[in-house]
């Protein structure tokens, strides 16, 4: 007569999805990768409101990211954090430095004035990869933690909380921001409308060290299934090739094409498929089959943001802080010290018909 433990001999040992606490551990990282995800998601979509916000030409997007269903975003962080969970910690660690290599590339070679708009398209497409690198980091830190899960549980907390916040925030912001903005009346509406051009900036920042941290993450979780030096060469080798022409394809259709929903399926096609072409030859059917999940999980991420790319491609979005120069300064002291230079040529004009 078969027993349970007989049945489970059967099924078979994924590395990254092995049966019992390691499987809710990697559950849980899922979690909070897909957590990390959507309090970006949140503050790109508060910062892209009071953009609209702040230009009326902008009213019918305004209205668009306006409308909520919190439904549809419970389901979305859920899908997220499922295909965070399968995709599994190698191919994680291959779609962190893809997409770090693919930035570094783009922020190197910016062109003069577009510097935001090409941030801001960077902070869209990197959610699935955002994802992948916490997931991914976490794996290696809590890797032969005495306390783990326990660790996980606190950590996901924490990220439950952030994202709650980051989610009132923006519902804060979707409802009062127009009222309380010009009424003087929230601190949150009021720090948002003086430094609104300010979060891409810190954005910028947070997302530079968690990208440092999963990458350092990665190629730790990578070179710790090689045996010897060699075996690692005949793996990284190849593969900076296929990154190095992945990046030359990804700057030549950004020249050509528009930043739109269609190119961006089109690219994580083309990037999901050289990642695939490569695995075929140096990797594992494990790596082809997380291939395959993280090619849906990008298309997922894109879904979710197809309101903001939309928005990005926009000619002149965001609109360009404002400044108070000096010219203008000269201009209001003219004007105001316009009244006391008048006043006593007109006192001399009435002392002089006076006198006459």
Not at 15 to 39: K, Y
Not at 170 to 180: A, P
Not at 287 to 314: N, P, T
């Amino acid at each position: 007569m078969l027993s349970l433990p007989s049945l489970l001999s059967w099924l078979p040992g994924l590395p990254s999805l092995e049966w019992g606490s390691s499987l809710f551990n990697s559950l849980l990282q899922g979690l909070i990768g897909a957590l990390g995800v959507s309090v970006l998601n949140s503050l790109l979509k508060v910062y892209f409101f009071v953009a609209c916000v702040n230009d009326p030409r902008r009213q019918p997007q305004k209205q668009r990211l306006r409308t909520q269903w919190a439904s549809l975003e419970t389901v979305h962080l859920a899908g997220l954090g499922l295909f965070l969970t399968v995709v599994g910690a190698r191919v994680a660690a291959l779609v962190v430095l893809e997409f770090s290599l693919r930035a570094v590339s783009t922020l190197l070679s910016q062109g003069k004035g577009s510097e935001d708009k090409e941030r801001l398209q960077l902070y869209l497409l990197c959610q699935f990869s955002l994802g992948c690198g916490l997931s991914c980091g976490l794996n290696f830190l809590q890797e032969g933690a005495p306390h783990s899960t326990l660790n996980l549980l606190l950590s996901l907390g924490l990220a439950a909380l952030l994202a709650l916040a980051a989610r009132r925030l923006r519902s804060h912001v979707c409802s009062l921001y127009e009222l309380h903005s010009t009424q003087r009346y929230c601190g949150v509406c009021l720090g948002l409308l003086a430094g609104q051009h300010g979060l891409p900036r810190l954005l910028g920042r947070t997302l530079a060290v968690a990208f440092a941290v999963s990458d350092l993450a990665a190629v730790a979780l990578i070179n710790q299934d090689f045996l010897s030096t060699s075996e690692a060469m005949r793996f990284w080798m190849p593969l900076t090739i296929c990154y190095t022409l992945l990046v030359i394809y990804m700057q030549e259709e950004q020249r050509q094409q528009r930043f739109n929903l269609q190119s961006q399926v089109q690219t994580v096609l083309v990037r999901m498929g050289g990642l695939f072409i490569l695995l075929l030859t140096v990797g594992r059917w494990l790596d082809i089959l997380g291939i395959l999940v993280s090619l849906l999980g990008e298309l997922w991420c894109l879904a979710g943001v197809r309101i903001l790319i939309d928005l990005c491609q926009i000619q002149g979005f965001p609109s360009p802080r404002p400044t108070v120069t000096a010219s203008a300064s000269a201009t209001g002291a003219s004007t105001a010290t316009a009244p006391c230079q008048s006043q006593p040529s007109a006192a001399a004009l009435s002392r002089s018909t006076d006198s006459s």
